[in-house]
């Protein structure tokens, strides 16, 4: 989707870029409410983290109420801490490059919705310097321009109204 060259487009005919959740295409000349955007998604992630973060309270709690055991509790912890740790991983990376799309990719989906407090975090932070996954659009938007741009600067009209190179007309 990260180029599509319909000639009535709104960015010159050449590839559009790809919009960004929360964003669309405001990312690209960081107009239409862009830095309001970006401040709603830095406060909703983190709002939300906090919020998800007071869930697991109540269920921690929850696991004390049942005296599960000291061994049950710090398992829980850790595990919700290691989740966290990946999921925030594999957000960050997810906003400098594309998910390969591999089973090792599919199989973490799992561990991601557990922590998924550390992918709040990720969006979070990533939020106050840039949209999230922008750096990555915009490298292959531009990419996609300049490519656009070669092809258009390779055709100069219709190649059998040329010349012949030895200077002589093509017509007997």
Not at 100 to 109: H, V
Not at 160 to 170: H, M, Y
Request: proline fraction near 5%; glycine fraction near 14%.
């Amino acid at each position: 989707m990260s180029e599509h060259s319909s000639p009535d487009n709104r960015y010159g005919g050449g590839p559009e870029p790809e919009p960004i959740r929360f964003f669309g295409t405001t990312w690209v000349g960081h107009d239409g409410g862009y830095g309001l955007r970006r401040a709603g998604v830095a406060v909703g992630s983190l709002a939300a983290a906090f919020g998800g973060a007071f869930v697991l309270r109540f269920a921690y709690e929850g696991l004390a109420v049942a005296k599960v055991g000291s061994f049950v509790n710090v398992l829980v912890v850790v595990m919700f801490a290691v989740c966290s740790a990946i999921a925030f991983r594999k957000t960050w990376e997810g906003f400098t490059r594309r998910p390969s799309g591999s089973a090792a990719e599919d199989s973490l989906r799992g561990l991601k919705a557990i922590g998924f407090i550390g992918s709040l975090i990720a969006y979070f932070l990533r939020a106050l310097s840039e949209a999230p996954g922008e750096k990555l659009r915009r490298e292959e938007y531009e990419t996609a321009c300049a490519q656009y741009a070669k092809r258009r600067g390779t055709r100069s009209g219709n190649p059998a109204a040329r010349r012949p190179k030895n200077g002589k007309s093509g017509r007997n």
